[in-house]
């Protein structure tokens, strides 16, 4: 049994106002976290840079790579869930674990992820929308249309009951999985491709070997082809952000103790083992050389999944393939929303900036929802598109490549942190002796920890590759700035809060739920 424990707020004024509890159970947190993951996007939009750039055919081994070391951070980070469960998950976790002043320049980094997350998932919306308008009704709708739709669905579905969003995502979700799973069995039951099973691609020590040859062309041609192993990894740590986000809906959910740690390792394991047979499969229908040589034009990369499709299951396939990429698009922005709307609230229920609790950090009365935290996102989100509108850039390279690249930087450190916080709050402040563990609570989230400040130096390292021909926009220059200046930004407010407003400074990261044996 689990008992509100708010921290030491003056009693009567500014009361904290709480989430709806008992409003999604596991196969709803489940929805959302995968949702954030958007496997569909995920596999079209970075398969083909991976096979093309990175480290060929052997990109499902990379992807296996990913699954072993986020697994190894997920493994912590469930142990961790099942002491402190809160709403502002990784702020809450870096707050018991590395300190409050860390944990609100965390809190703050956090939110900043999820904020620019929402942008970038409606310009990639909008460009599916564009192209699928085109191709299948001939029909030209400018990108800020599909823009300015989703914007106003995510601000709907988000000032109801949580429970409504899941099940939203939850249909998005299925439909999306059911195709990539119908190209991954098409092609068993076809008996493979035209160029083997290429069972290289599965062993995950190939996930490290960078791209070099030669490859056939589509004209017979021969095609000369390099990559970067750090550039396959990269993309492939790239398709799981968001499925942190389970441990955020804790308070909502029923029996958080049990269900969010389930949530954390079914979502990292099964998006994992999912994403290497597909992207595995769609290559072998393919032909590992002819998936090469497509990858090599970002006009035929996403053949790389449409042929086989058409190949196997026809023309209605292709095209319902490409309805999915629209709607797995929106189901993972509207999942950011509501992790961008939970992060502001979580803040502002903390009251760090005066006024806060009363504003961002209130509830809706009927819906327990953060409805004014996610009225502020919708217009911090709102003001992006516009500006990238006003200002004729692209929304896919533009609006979601430079606005995915601010959010991963940030939420990579995070990632990190929040592995180390583990080993600190079990083995330096020695809380729970009993979860306390050699490999769970220590070995793992310090394997966890070292393999994400590896993928930010893959990050950094590969940078200019990833963001494509707008890395000569004066925004991308501008992204390590803005993470460093809200990172040492939050740590200088928690820094002027202990010193100048002890009272608050005792509340940071310490609205959580707790056990009662805890107290």
Known sequence: MSEIIDPPAPTGTNPIQRLKPNAVGLVGVLFMAVATAAPITAMVGNVPIAVGYGNGAFAPAGYFVATIVLTLFAIGYAAMSKHITATGAFYGYISHGLGRIVGLGAGFLTALAYMVFEASLIGIFSFFGTDLFTSLFGVDVPWIVFALVMLGVNTLLTYFDINLAAKVLGVFLVTEIVMLGALAVSVLVAGGGPQGWSWGSLNPLNGFQSLSGAVEGPDGSMIAVAGSAGVGLFFAFWSWVGFESSAMYGEESRNPKKIIPIAVICSVVGIGAFYVIVSWLAIVGTGPENAVALAQDSATAGNI??????????????????????????????????????????????????????????????????????????????????FFQFTDRDPYTGLYGLMALLGTTAIMIVQALAAFSVISYFHVHKRHPETANWFSTFLAPLLGGLGMIYVVYLLAKNASFAAGTAATDWIFAAIPWVVGIVGIGGVLLALFLKYKDPARYAELGRTVLEEAHER
Not at 313 to 332: N, P, R
Request: a positive charge.
């Open 305 to 386: 999944f449409f042929n086989p499709v058409h190949d196997n299951l026809g023309q209605w396939a292709v095209d319902l393939f490409k309805i999915l990429l629209m709607t797995g698009s929106f189901a993972c922005g509207m999942a950011f929303h509501n992790c961008a709307a939970r992060y502001l609230y979580a803040l502002g229920r903390e009251n760090v900036i005066p006024g806060m609790r009363k504003t961002i950090g209130a509830t809706h009365r009927v819906h327990g929802s953060p409805h004014i935290a996610g009225f502020v996102q919708t217009g911090f989100a709102t003001l992006i598109v516009l």
